[in-house]
Structures are given as C-alpha cells and as structure tokens.
C-alpha cells in the first residue's frame, strides 16, 4: 500500500514540477509516515520561496486529498 501511495505522491510532485520549475525551483518526496503525513524537501529556489508554504498546501496538499485521500498533511523538511 505504501508503495502505491508513495507513486501517487510522486506524480502529484511531477505534475507541479513545471510550475516549480519555471521559478528555479522543485520538490521531491523524503518519506510518508505512518499516520500519512507527507514529508517532502523543498529544492532551488522553492527553499527561499516565501510562497513555498502556499505551494505545499493549496498545490500538493489539495491535488493528493483527491487522489489520496488517506494523506493528512503535507510538510516541508530539511534534510541534509
């Protein structure tokens, strides 16, 4: 099942990826906890971005209710 869903996440990512892209920036998934909270690391410009935030929720967050609806929340790390 995690498999399946972490695919869903990554094409949600791929279809936001030119809007993120166009603005020197992108996003790829770091993990999916078990109570189905996205982690996701912001790349480029989208790590300085003030609108990352904006990005996270009403782009990714939105887009994987639908077509993922047992994620609760999207969140931005860092990771080194």
């Known amino acids: 099942m ?3 869903l972490k695919e869903k996440v990554n094409q949600a990512i ?3 990826r030119p809007y993120l892209n166009n603005d020197g920036g992108d996003m790829e ?3 999916i906890t078990e109570d189905f909270v996205v982690h996701v ?3 480029g410009a ?3 971005c ?3 935030t ?3 929720k009403a782009g990714l967050e939105e ?3 639908i077509t993922a609806p047992e994620i609760v929340k999207v969140v931005a790390v860092e990771v080194d």
Request: glycine letters at 0%; a negative charge.
């Open 41 to 43: 690391k912001l790349l």
């Open 29 to 31: 998934l770091v993990d």
């Open 63 to 65: 887009t994987l209710k």
């Open 14 to 16: 791929d279809n936001l």
């Open 46 to 48: 989208c790590q300085e």
């Open 54 to 56: 904006m990005t996270i």
């Open 50 to 52: 003030s609108m990352s």
């Open 2 to 4: 995690m498999n399946a």
